[in-house]
Each structure stands twice: as C-alpha cells, then as structure tokens.
C-alpha cells in the first residue's frame, strides 16, 4: 500500500498543477465565480486524476463500472472543494486560501474513498 500512497501523491502533485492553471483560467480568464471555478476545477482534474490512477497506480484496466464509481466519487469531491470554497468567502478570505484548502484537505479523503470505493474490485 506504500508503493500506490507514493504513486498517488506523485500524481495528486500532476493534478494540484493541473488544478491551479484551471481555476486561473476560471477566474481570470473566464470570470466564473471562485465556487463554480474551484468546483469545476477539481471535477476536471479529477477525471485527469482517475486515467493516471488507474493506468499507474492501481494498475486497472479502463471499466464503465469504476468510471461510473469514480465520477460519483469525484461529483462528491468537487461539492467538498465547493463547499471548502464558499466558507472561506464566508469569511472574508481571498479564494486562494480554498485553494490551500482543497490542496491539502481533499488528497487524503479522495485517496480513501477511491481505494475503497472505485479501485476495489
């Protein structure tokens, strides 16, 4: 399990840069809101996420199965960075404190539910 913990933190650092360019391009480009920007932004560094786990990490082959699984999984993950999002503006702060948030937060809780609930079979 330490050899797929190392593999998934090599990735979950791919995905944190995919994360940020998106949600630059969100905000700064397109000018959504910061909560639709970090949302949307986890959910397509997500799907990103799902190919090189499951290629490299967990070694699986493609399955409809766990796509479906992981896009639940990943829908429930993108509400969380949504959510994480929407209390720090709450509370006055700039959104890139949620990024901090979701950066350091969500990796642990995602690995979790992915190697329970997607990548079990």
Known sequence: MLTEIIKYSLIGITNVLVLLVLVFFFVRILNLDP????????????????LMNSFITFKKSFSYIMLTRFLIASIFLSLCASVITEVTLRYDYDYLVSLFFII?????????????LVFSE
């Not at 909560?35 to 799902?50: C, D, E, P, Q």
């Not at 350091?104 to 329970?116: K, R, W």
């Open 35 to 50: 909560v639709l920007a970090n949302g949307a932004a986890y959910f397509f560094s997500a799907i990103n996420s799902y």
């Open 104 to 116: 350091f937060a969500l990796p642990l809780l995602s690995f979790f539910i992915l190697m329970c």
